[in-house]
């Protein structure tokens, strides 16, 4: 099947509309074909075609019926599902997408091939052999339906996923506002913090080499690196606090930021993830760089990882004039104010 074939003439793009209404003509007797044809500015031998196709329908359903059905071309007596299937298919994709539950190209085809035994359509045999679609009715299936595409999703967790709704994001905004109007916070008093993992050894970039060649190599320090936990602080006003990083080693050393940005901070933890004990070196290293106070407090804002929400870092937070979220499904949706 030639997949990527482009008409070169604008013979075929014929206005159904126009095809329509000069089949209504004809039916009722109005019109010839050929009157009609020179009227609507028709070819004859196409119109009669039209014709006989619908006389032969209507016939064999003992009632009327639309000469072409809406989102199909004149060609889609050869499709396997109607316009109306097709839609409830491409809805269903859609909804699957949107509860993070999307459907691959493979997943997709086997759906459609059960589909079709469920509506007893007529298939090619060798969907029977592959129990799935076929991939020519996949590509064809996705140019007749522009909304959809193929695309890579982001790994969401469940526990985001299912407290990421309207009553927790108006709690938040909510609380957000209660707490900014109560402390009048400054901008550059309003930070953001969150980890996120890093690679010790970055992608190769694309290089010139020989055509050709099956194998291209580059020289790096290590051919896998280690993953090292970033902690990324940033006030609201855009400017950013010294990161801290937290490498995968029993014991930390000073060496470890050598090189990286001023006042970096590395810690250390045997699986290189952030821990409530570490997360008290970073609420003081935050200590350090703002002066925080009762007096002159700061808003934080962090997620609920386990790490972040253990008493002694609440309390320390309490202590120094940090506001924090609270415990709770999502964060932030409470305040400790």
């Not at 329509?20 to 609507?40: Q, V």
């Not at 957000?176 to 953001?192: A, D, G, W």
């Not at 055509?211 to 855009?238: C, D, N, Y």
């Not at 997620?303 to 499904?329: M, Q, T, W, Y």
Request: net charge positive.
């Amino acid at each position: 099947m030639v997949r990527t074939y482009k008409r070169k003439t604008s013979r075929d793009d014929i206005d159904e509309t126009i095809v329509a209404r000069a089949l209504t003509e004809i039916s009722n007797g109005r019109m010839s074909l050929r009157t009609a044809a020179s009227e609507f500015g028709l070819k004859k031998s196409m119109l009669h075609k039209r014709f006989k196709k619908q006389r032969n329908t209507t016939e064999d359903s003992g009632a009327e019926s639309d000469t072409v059905d809406q989102g199909k071309s004149k060609y889609a007596s050869n499709q396997v599902f109607s316009a109306e299937e097709e839609n409830m298919l491409n809805s269903y994709l859609l909804k699957s997408s949107s509860i993070h539950y999307g459907l691959t190209l493979r997943q997709t085809r086997t759906l459609a091939y059960e589909y079709a035994l469920k509506l007893n359509k007529k298939f090619p045999n060798k969907w029977n052999v592959e129990k799935q679609a076929g991939i020519d009715w996949m590509k064809s299936f996705l140019k007749r339906h522009k909304n959809i595409s193929l695309r890579k999703p982001e790994n969401t967790s469940l526990a985001r996923a299912t407290s990421f709704n309207p009553a927790n994001v108006n709690a938040f905004f909510c609380n957000h506002k209660s707490v900014l109007e109560k402390f009048k916070f400054e901008p550059n008093r309003i930070l953001n913090l969150d980890e996120t993992g890093i690679t010790t050894v970055l992608p190769s970039p694309k290089v010139l080499t020989e055509k050709g060649k099956k194998q291209v190599g580059q020289i790096v320090s290590s051919e896998r690196g280690q993953l090292v936990t970033f902690v990324g602080i940033i006030t609201a006003t855009g400017n950013a606090l010294p990161p801290i990083y937290v490498f995968p080693r029993v014991h930390a050393k000073d060496h470890f930021v050598n090189g990286g940005p001023i006042g970096a901070v590395g810690l250390a933890h045997k699986s290189g993830w952030m821990t409530a004990e570490l997360f008290m070196n970073v609420l003081k290293h935050i200590v350090h760089h703002l002066s925080p106070s009762k007096e002159n407090p700061i808003l934080l804002l962090i997620d609920n990882h386990k790490s972040h929400i253990s008493l002694p870092a609440l309390c320390f937070c309490k202590e120094n004039g940090i506001v924090v979220p609270r415990s709770h499904r999502i964060a932030p949706t409470g305040f400790n104010h």
